[in-house]
């Protein structure tokens, strides 16, 4: 499968992904403990108790990166900047090292012909603030508001884009429901919270920036499609609920200034007192829309507490994550979202990619097919009316993969963890054959 920048828009921009603590190497340049860390050091919570604290030293060895983007003929870097690498408490004295990283960093992509996509928030958050309840408490928009004043004060009349936080679902649904993430939580009222408390911290940071003169400001959100595994009235119903918590929560609270009926079942009792009142700041404008991708989910009712639904097997073949290759629901994701919530504002594809059990010795070819069929998926998106504007893969390297170690391997260049040597895949060349021309 061959793709050529000239099979999609004019303007139309290609680019990677990555995130802060996945790949920096929180151990240098005087960052702060997080959640992430207390989280590994508690068994049975990662992957051999695996950390961030090296993961691909892209802290020293970002030059050297940022060339690799360069060489491929990307057009933009998605990054996210570390909360508790600029305030090691949280709040308070902001690390110098820690915000002069970010500087060089910015340069040196702009150095480069590479526009900087800034992520202020990628799940690592301070521990002073996790000790506080963190997502829970209500304090978390005002602090937010202040991270961004800090790291957009000295960084945002460089970026080419931002966005506030990195898939609310993971942040809020994830790790206080379900407790495969960070904090690690199984608590439906700290869920409602922090659900919310994400969203107004969004929206928070939104207007930060807007303040400080700052355009080009999305958010971006992860989905999955979601689809009965029968007929029947109750898989239905069960696939709508799950739909609603991972897909139109947000959605409908950025576009909509609502929550879907199906979350308010569950959450509605557990949200924090005048939770109504702040959709005028979580429906702050937006210039664009990001969409994570990467798989579909059978559902099926479940006979328990709500949400009463359970995944079902797919015969579709799956990735290392186990993750059913499904390029179709990104297609109909992205007519979806601009039919129902988003209209004529830009959509990019802001993550998507494969886990492969990649070897250097061996051609990753599958993650080459995973990738063009997903394009293909976007050429059916905008064939169909949707304003994509972009996509970005993830991810640049293999990296830390959270709860899961270093195990999965979703990246473009494959990186040995005992020496650290990059090696670019057989689908980093492929996509620099496409991008380049």
């Known amino acids: 499968m061959q793709f050529a920048r000239t099979d999609f828009p004019e ?4 680019g990677v992904a990555t995130s802060s603590y996945q790949i920096e190497g929180h151990d240098f340049g005087g960052a702060g403990p997080t959640h992430w860390d207390s989280f590994a050091a508690t068994p049975g919570n990662v992957v051999r108790a695996e950390h961030g604290a090296v993961a691909c030293d892209h ?38 090292e820690g915000l002069d990283f970010y500087d060089r960093l910015v340069d040196g992509m702009l150095a480069r012909g590479l526009k900087p996509a800034a992520t202020l928030y990628h799940w690592e958050l301070p521990q002073a603030l996790a000790d506080q309840g963190g997502w829970r408490n209500a304090d978390m928009p005002d602090w937010f508001a202040d991270y961004t004043h800090l790291v957009m004060s000295r960084i945002g009349d460089r970026v080419w884009s931002a966005a506030p936080i990195n ?17 690690g939580l199984r608590d439906i009222r700290a869920t409602a ?47 709508n609920r799950y739909d609603a918590i991972y897909n139109r929560f947000f959605l409908g609270g950025l576009f909509k200034g609502a929550y879907p009926a199906e979350v ?15 959709f ?17 989910k059978l559902i099926r009712n479940a006979d328990h507490a709500w949400p ?12 290392q994550m186990g993750w059913e290759i499904y390029p179709d629901g990104l297609r109909d994701f992205l007519i979806r979202t601009a039919r129902d919530y988003s209209g004529t504002l830009p959509l990019f594809v802001t993550e998507n990619g494969m886990a492969n059990p990649d070897r250097v010795d061996q051609p990753d070819t599958a993650r080459i097919a995973y ?62 054959q496409w991008w380049r021309g």
């Open 371 to 432: 990738l063009g069929s997903h394009l293909q998926a976007v050429q059916a998106a905008i064939a169909a009316g949707a304003p994509v504007a972009g996509y970005f893969v993830w991810s640049l390297m293999d990296n830390y993969e959270w709860s899961l170690g270093y195990e999965k391997r979703f990246g473009l260049i494959h990186v040995d963890f005992e020496t650290l040597a990059r090696t670019p895949k057989a689908s980093y060349h492929a996509l620099a």
């Open 167 to 183: 898939e609310p679902w993971c942040v809020s649904w994830l790790s206080h429901f379900e407790g495969a993430h960070a904090p």
């Open 59 to 96: 802290y020293h060895r970002w030059a050297a990166d940022l060339d690799l983007i360069a060489a491929m003929g990307a057009d933009v870097y998605r990054f996210s900047t570390s909360w508790a690498r600029v305030l090691p408490e949280g709040t308070g004295q902001p690390n110098a």
């Open 193 to 239: 919270r922090a659900m919310h408390h994400v969203l107004l911290s969004h929206g928070r940071s939104i207007q930060v920036m807007r303040d400080l003169g700052m355009k080009n400001l999305g958010a971006v959100c992860n989905f999955e499609w979601a689809e009965p595994a029968s007929d029947s009235p109750e898989d239905i119903a069960a696939a």
């Open 308 to 319: 009463s639904y359970a995944e079902a097997p797919t015969r579709l073949p799956l990735t």
């Open 280 to 296: 005028p700041t979580i429906m702050a404008p937006l210039d664009w829309l990001g969409l994570n991708y990467y798989t579909r």
């Open 11 to 14: 303007g139309f921009l290609f």
């Open 264 to 278: 308010l079942a569950g959450l509605g009792p557990h949200l924090p007192k005048g939770w109504e009142d702040d």
